[in-house]
């Protein structure tokens, strides 16, 4: 374990070890390196048990280089499979793992980190490690994840993944992101393979549901009759993850940052959250990796590092991109509220034959106005009851 010890007075710190805190510090460290900064993580490295992935143009070529050190993998197409077609992308598609994001901010921010450190107390100057250790700073993020919020009408897109060691060459050369040519239930479900060595694969059990619970034993067997079907003999399952992403419907979110903002006890301040945890992520797939890149540029930028400036620079991106991104949410209501369960593939299966800088732009949430009718254009492959009574906001809080 590679515990190091932070400084006791920082500029900066940021709670929690995740993706958004380990990218914010390490561009802060990259871009002003006197800064004193500190990442207080529970656990005994950065990043948990992940993967995440992103397309090349989620992101521009700047941003595509200063990430480079943590990218894991990164592979110049990828495909598509539904009952109908396969169909393959000529754009390349990146996995950073929490082995590289570990050993790249590691060897950047070194000292800065204090990991296996449980966080008992947390304000906005400051915190306290469980065994009495306190640490102060002008400026305080919180970047623990997410937190459950009654301002959000959620759907899940809910995974268990395997990395698997195969028998012989499994013979994939591109990450296959959605393979929907599989039974379905629990609402849309897909299986994700990224292919990492000629014999290693990571393969995931997907779902698209209205529950965040999902049986981990049905999903390995599940991941096991997979391999079997494609003639992939596992010898070996190296690692397992699992995560339950947020799929927004609808919200409010003025009362999202309204109850973000009480006070703690004694009238004391927040911290100024980043990440999940501000609603920073793509509304329909999830991905937080996109958004976390781009602020952590802009936090880089500002002039005054505060927990109050930051706090306000957050909140107010986070509701300006809320205001921007109502269509994702719409297509969203389309998909779990105008689509049976077991109906819903045929939205992606739709989706997908359309162009790919249509398809690129929607994954980097910058669809345009004509992408957008594009993309509604014509009858929905589902009941057009249904999805005219999901176009309000209120139909999913209703739900």
Not at 118 to 123: F, G, K, S, V
Request: net charge positive; with cysteine; proline share 6%.
């Amino acid at each position: 374990m590679e515990t190091r010890s932070a400084p006791a007075d920082c500029d900066v710190i940021f709670a929690g070890g995740g993706l958004a805190s380990v990218l914010a510090a390490y561009r802060l460290a990259m871009v002003r390196p006197t800064l004193r900064i500190a990442i207080v993580e529970a656990g005994d490295r950065l990043g948990g048990n992940h993967t995440w992935s992103f397309h090349d143009s989620d992101l521009t070529a700047e941003q595509r280089t200063w990430l480079a050190p943590f990218i894991a993998h990164r592979w110049p197409s990828h495909i598509v499979r539904f009952p109908t077609y396969t169909r393959s992308f000529g754009s390349g598609y990146n996995a950073i793992t929490s082995d590289t994001l570990h050993h790249a901010a590691m060897a950047r921010l070194g000292a800065s980190v204090v990991l296996a450190a449980r966080i008992t107390d947390l304000d906005d100057a400051g915190l306290r490690i469980l065994g009495g250790r306190k640490l102060g700073a002008p400026c305080v993020i919180d970047g623990r994840g997410n937190e459950p919020s009654s301002s959000l009408v959620l759907g899940f897109q809910k995974f268990l993944g395997q990395e698997v060691r195969c028998a012989s060459p499994h013979g994939e050369r591109a990450p296959v992101i959605m393979d929907a040519a599989v039974g379905q239930d629990d609402g849309y479900r897909f299986v994700y393979t990224l292919p990492l060595t000629p014999n290693r694969l990571l393969i995931e059990d997907t779902y698209y549901a209205n529950g965040g619970h999902f049986d981990a034993s049905l999903s390995r067997s599940r991941i096991a009759a997979y391999a079997a079907s494609r003639g992939w003999r596992i010898i070996e399952v190296a690692r397992e993850e699992r995560g339950v992403l947020p799929v927004v419907l609808a919200g409010d979110i003025e009362m999202f940052w309204a109850e973000s903002s009480k006070p703690l006890d004694g009238n004391r301040g927040r911290p100024a959250p980043i990440g999940l945890r501000a609603a920073l992520f793509h509304p329909t797939t999830g991905y937080s990796l996109p958004d976390a890149v781009r602020f952590a540029d802009v936090l880089a930028a500002l002039p005054s590092l505060t927990t109050a400036a930051v706090r306000a620079i957050v909140e107010e991106r986070s509701k300006r991109l809320w205001r921007e991104r109502g269509f994702y949410r719409l297509l969203n209501r389309m998909l779990f509220q105008a689509a049976r369960p077991h109906e819903r593939y045929a939205v992606l299966q739709r989706f997908y034959t359309l162009p790919e800088k249509l398809i690129e732009r929607f994954y980097a949430a910058s669809s345009t106005s004509a992408d957008k009718a594009r993309i509604l254009i014509g009858r929905p492959p589902v009941s057009l009851r249904r999805a005219l009574a999901s176009l309000p906001e209120a139909s999913a809080r209703q739900a």
